[in-house]
């Protein structure tokens, strides 16, 4: 019987005839043949009869768990507005268009002028110098880099003074005060976990300091007995004493979040405008970009960093730049950015337009039979993505709930499909927020719902 068994060659020929090798060379398509062959072989052996069309599915089905792909468009119903695990911010149509059109041959580091090369800092600088005040900019892959590269740069071998109430964790384990010391500064901890007076940071400074670091508290609160000392005392200070004032600001919001009745969360221009001398923040939280490390400040630190090996290791690639560019260019109107941004466009919608646009999906979904029992209900959103802290945003969702399926089982569902959809799970039914989608994805979502 095992000389029924098909060779290994023959079987190659049969899957090429129908198409089925294209994605994958002779060698890794044998490797896969040979292995479902040495299986059925055992099998056979046990006496089992021989099956050539389970040998060919099993190959088949081995062919496609191989190539699956993992990285897949979301549907972002979560109700976390910048959600980590799906990229963050989501990029405005103008700055897809532009990574699209920038992902062939461009201008990237082409002087137009002199037709020589140029610098793709050239694209996003001018647009930071006059949306923030900062005399000079310099952007690199994200905030952590920017981070590691200013203190690199311009405190190595010395010290970086911080507050001990600003040592934040960064989400993966990842540590802000474990970045600094990477950059081989040494970090001096002053005052306590809730308060921290510009006295602390005068006694602790030396001939070896280098920097005055504040660290944005983004992703948490100090609530209570507190006392926090602001970027105007603490960069007279550093002026004083003849040591810059750096800022890592985290979200790097370049509007005010308090036109949508938010809390404060201060925005770049306020801490240039306040005295900072360096300013760091990220480009896909509250600014609404591609993943990026933004810094801008004083001309002469910048000119520091741009000259530092780390600044070309942890350069932005071309579609990050023109991503950036992009967004960058709609913040020259406030109003533009608030209108075509996603994170500002979800952070400024109604509740009332939230709950129309729920009266219109349910009454879809109900539409197309009894499958699911859909209700609408009042919600919570969150900014996400260290940004606003336990700040709930009032909200309309679908709750939704099946009697053949249970919700966590419903949700892996709806993650696996071609368009995933990430909902919440709350007790026995699955919410699905839409807060966190814009209006032009509901369709989708009906859609994926509905199948
Ligand atoms: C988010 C954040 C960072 C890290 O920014 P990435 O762009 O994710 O590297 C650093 N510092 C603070 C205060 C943050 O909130």
């Known amino acids: 019987m095992l000389r029924d068994l ?46 050539v069309p389970a040998i060919e599915r099993a190959v088949l089905d081995r062919i496609g768990a191989a190539g699956v792909r993992t990285l897949r468009p979301f549907l972002n119903a979560s109700g976390i507005l910048l959600h980590t695990n799906l990229g963050r911010a989501p990029l405005a149509e103008e700055a897809r268009i532009a990574v699209q059109q920038a992902s062939g041959a461009s201008s990237v580091e082409l002087n137009l002028e002199t037709g020589r090369r140029g610098s ?20 690199v892959n994200n905030n952590a880099a920017a981070v590691l590269l200013a203190t690199s740069a311009l405190a190595a071998g010395r010290e970086v003074i911080v507050s001990r109430g600003e040592q934040v964790e960064i989400g993966g384990s990842f540590r802000m005060p474990d970045v600094v010391r990477a950059s081989g500064a040494a970090l001096v901890e002053v005052g306590t976990t809730n308060r921290t007076r510009l006295g ?14 504040k660290v944005h508290r983004s992703n948490f609160r100090v ?24 800022f890592d600001l985290g979200s790097g919001a370049l509007l005010d979040v308090r036109r949508f009745g938010l809390e404060n969360e201060p925005t770049v221009q306020q801490a240039i405008a306040a005295g900072a001398d360096l300013v760091a923040f990220s480009g896909d939280k509250l600014l609404g970009g591609p993943q990026a490390g933004i810094l801008v400040g004083k001309a002469a630190l910048i000119a520091v960093l741009r000259r530092h090996p780390l600044a070309r290791a942890m350069r932005l690639d071309k579609l990050g730049v023109a991503a950036l560019a992009e967004t960058l260019r709609l913040y020259r109107n406030p109003e533009r950015a608030v209108q075509r941004i996603p994170i500002w466009r979800m952070l400024a919608a109604k509740p009332a337009d939230l709950r129309a646009r ?81 209006p032009e994805d509901d369709e989708a979502l009906r859609a994926a719902l509905a199948s």
Request: proline letters at 6%; one cysteine or more.
């Open 6 to 51: 098909p060779s290994v060659e023959a079987m190659l020929v049969a899957l090429e005839r129908r198409g089925a090798l294209c994605e994958l060379s002779r060698s890794v398509a044998a490797e896969l043949v040979r292995g479902v062959l040495d299986e059925h072989r055992a099998r056979v052996r046990a006496g089992d009869p021989v099956d």
């Open 120 to 139: 793709r800092q050239d694209h996003l600088e001018p647009f930071l110098r006059d949306v923030t005040g900062g005399e000079a900019a310099l952007v």
């Open 200 to 213: 602390d940071y005068e006694q602790a400074l030396t001939p070896r300091t280098a920097l005055l670091l």
């Open 223 to 246: 609530i209570g007995f507190t006392e926090e000392t602001g970027v105007a005392p603490l960069a007279a200070l550093g002026r004083q004493a003849g040591v810059p004032m750096f």
């Open 358 to 438: 729920c009266d219109r999906l349910a009454a879809a979904l109900r539409a197309a039979g009894p499958i699911a029992h859909v209700t609408i209900t009042a919600t919570q959103s969150e900014v996400g993505g260290g940004a606003l802290p336990g700040l709930p945003l009032p909200s309309f969702g679908l709750r939704l709930r099946r009697d053949d399926l249970r919700p966590a089982a419903w949700a892996a569902r709806l993650r696996s499909a071609a368009t995933g959809v990430l909902v919440r799970l709350e007790d026995d039914a699955l919410v699905a927020d839409l807060r966190s989608l814009l």
